[in-house]
């Protein structure tokens, strides 16, 4: 079964303290692997998109990596504007079928 | 501004009532999607359309029925719903559904409809 887990569900970080964000992912076959940021009251926005193992990205603070089974969105030295929930999403090459996680609740301290 | 506006953004219905939720996309997608979301639980994916035909239909009870009438304009139609079904709706596009590597399946979502049955 295809099936996105997101951790850790909340993270309290101060400003200037970086850290990463984990996304597991099951799928059969990827067609890629998506990270959204939400912020309350507002739909998902899109980051990225990584389509195979070793593949990076960069957006300003955010750098986004790919295993077979895994992903990371590193923060470097968070601002209290990244302070948001960050979704990860895969596509599996069977069908039209998105699987989203349940996503990890960033906030950043002044 | 991401280039999907959803109207209403917020409804309040009762069981009996029959309302209907619009989403508009002004990026010259092709491909529109449903989407909910409840606190707690992932996005569920309820329809997918490509060129205003249907591709998928998650297993929606049948009280949800989505219209699209063409690759800009996609509809909700509610009728008859449960308490269970409160929750954001949220609409989204991408130019179009491909295989491999391809930026075509990128979604870009709406602000979304925030429903409340009573």
């Known amino acids: 079964e295809d099936q996105v887990t997101q951790s850790p569900e909340a993270l309290r970080l101060q400003e200037g303290e970086s850290s990463s964000l984990n996304c597991s992912y099951t799928v059969s076959g990827l067609r890629g692997l998506f990270w959204y940021r939400q912020d309350p009251g507002k739909g998902p926005e899109f980051l990225f998109t990584?389509?195979?193992a070793g593949e990076e990205k960069e957006k300003e603070r955010l750098k986004a990596t790919l295993t077979k089974k895994e992903s990371f969105l590193h923060i470097t030295a968070p601002k209290p504007e990244d302070s948001a929930t960050y979704l990860c999403a895969v596509q599996g090459t069977t069908g039209n079928q998105f699987y989203f996680g349940t996503g990890t609740s960033l906030t950043v301290i002044p | 501004e991401t280039g999907v506006t959803q109207t209403p953004r917020h409804l309040v219905m009762g069981m009996t009532n029959k309302k209907s939720l619009k989403c508009e996309q002004h990026?010259?997608?092709?491909?529109m999607y449903w989407y909910k979301q409840s606190a707690k639980k992932p996005l569920e994916l309820m329809f997918v359309?490509?060129?205003?035909?249907?591709?998928e239909n998650n297993s929606v009870p049948s009280r949800f029925s989505p219209e699209c009438p063409n690759s800009s304009h996609l509809f909700l139609h509610l009728h008859t719903l449960q308490p269970e079904d409160s929750a954001l709706y949220l609409c989204?596009?991408?130019?179009?559904?491909?295989?491999?590597?391809?930026?075509?399946?990128?979604?870009?979502f709406g602000p979304g409809t925030r429903l409340t049955v009573l």
């Open positions: 989204a596009s991408s130019h179009g559904l491909a295989g491999g590597r391809s930026s075509y399946n990128e979604q870009f």
């Open positions: 359309y490509n060129f205003k035909e249907q591709t």
């Open positions: 990584l389509y195979s």
């Open positions: 990026l010259g997608h092709n491909a």
